[in-house]
């Protein structure tokens, strides 16, 4: 098959969505596809690898970016004959299409807690042009498939758009494995040297480009009402932290606090951390719970993200309420950092041991299959 994947970047460098991009163009290719990546940006050192089709975008702000990539991007479609167009990114012409970014009409809801708010929210411009294409790409005449990653978001898609369920296909996410293991544990004492962590201090580590939409201003909470007092948390990725930091300044909690930017080596940081805490309000699949638990740390994630279910609380981690649970996060941070040692190198065991099944060529794999459903389909409809 001739493949074209849709996505706005393709990177290594920044989100999970990005990085799964590359991972699934891999995987298709080692199962002898071939590829073509339709999007605005592409890693250079990627260019190598991979057919890229760049698609135009005007960056006045957040509604023209939308609105021109999907613009632009119809027309680049048009332009090429592809067997199979996979949707990682919201526009149309897609044959298929995974729920990798939030399922915007639940996050409004989700997100601004206010009924006026959210009101206020639904009627705006860069709200609406989202709904629409989530209409028109799960509508009746949308997509011939959409590949979910969890339960939940098969849930929310028959509870928002009614999609009978032969249209929706779950393969939950692979993690590779030759980068996010448990061997990187080995650089904990380096990562901690490297960013002034006492050797014996508990850290918990948050990664996100999302501060906001991940519940760091829970966490931060959270950590101001520990039992455990020296415990330390690193917050890693490019967010926007100014707010962030003078919250942990008004919680008197700063000097516990450190905000490492954007690293390439992220696996080092799960590596170096006892727990991996994500209390975000809500998305598909949060790929960073994936990558820690692969490398052995446990992970302390909300009930109201996808992936939930791979969580099994006190085994490989735990489960609170929602993002705004901010006592029973504390407290289940406090739970596990009190832990017998030999407690927590169990849990660190069953990390690696649920995280290396999902393998990322497995999901090529059954992603490669569900586009040959889709080819036999529509040759059936042809003919």
């Known amino acids: 098959m001739h493949i074209a994947i849709v996505r706005r970047n393709c990177s290594l460098k920044k989100g999970g969505a990005e990085r799964y991009c590359v991972n699934l163009f891999r995987g298709l290719q080692k199962l002898g596809h071939q590829v073509t990546i339709v ?3 592409i890693d250079d050192e990627l260019k190598h690898e991979v057919d890229f089709v760049p ?4 960056k006045l702000n957040s509604w023209t970016k939308n609105k021109s990539f999907f613009v632009n991007t119809g027309r680049v479609l048009k332009q090429h004959r592809f067997d199979i167009v996979h949707g990682l990114s919201r526009v149309d012409g897609l044959d298929t299409f995974r729920l990798t970014e939030r399922l915007q009409i639940h996050w409004v809801n989700m997100y601004y807690r206010n009924p006026i708010t959210r009101w206020l929210q639904h009627m705006n411009p ?12 799960f509508g009746p005449s949308g997509v011939r498939r959409v590949i979910v990653q969890s339960k939940l978001d098969a849930r929310l898609l028959e509870r928002y758009f009614h999609v009978d369920e032969s249209r929706i296909c779950q393969i939950i996410n692979g993690v590779d494995t030759t980068t996010f293991h448990p061997g990187v544990r080995n650089e904990r004492a380096a990562v901690r040297e490297e960013w002034n962590i006492e050797a014996d201090a508990p850290l918990l580590v948050f990664a996100s480009m999302d501060f906001r939409g991940k519940g760091l201003d ?8 520990l039992r455990h007092r020296e415990t ?25 606090v450190t905000f490492t930017g954007r690293q390439a080596s992220i696996q080092r940081f799960y590596g170096a951390a006892d727990l991996f805490v994500l209390p975000t309000i ?14 052995g740390t446990p992970v302390i994630t909300t009930a109201t993200a996808g992936g939930a279910e791979i969580v099994h609380e006190e085994s490989n981690g735990y489960l609170i309420p929602d993002a705004w649970a901010i006592n029973e996060l504390a407290d289940k941070i406090d739970h596990h950092l009190a832990l017998p040692w030999s407690r927590k190198q169990y849990m660190s065991d069953a990390c690696w041991d649920a995280a290396s099944r999902l393998r990322i060529v497995d999901n090529a794999q059954k992603v490669a299959a569900m586009f040959e459903e889709v080819l036999n389909e529509r040759g059936r409809a042809a003919a």
């Open 39 to 41: 999007g605005e940006s």
């Open 55 to 58: 698609v135009p975008v005007l």
């Open 126 to 137: 860069r709200h609406r042009l989202v709904f629409d294409l989530e209409q028109r790409i």
């Open 218 to 225: 829970s966490l931060l909470d959270a950590m101001a009402r």
């Open 232 to 256: 330390r948390l690193l917050v890693v990725g490019q967010g926007s932290s100014t707010a962030f930091v003078r919250r942990a300044k008004s919680l008197g909690i700063a000097n516990r």
């Open 282 to 295: 809500y998305e598909p699949f949060p790929n960073v719970n994936l990558e820690a638990m692969a490398c």
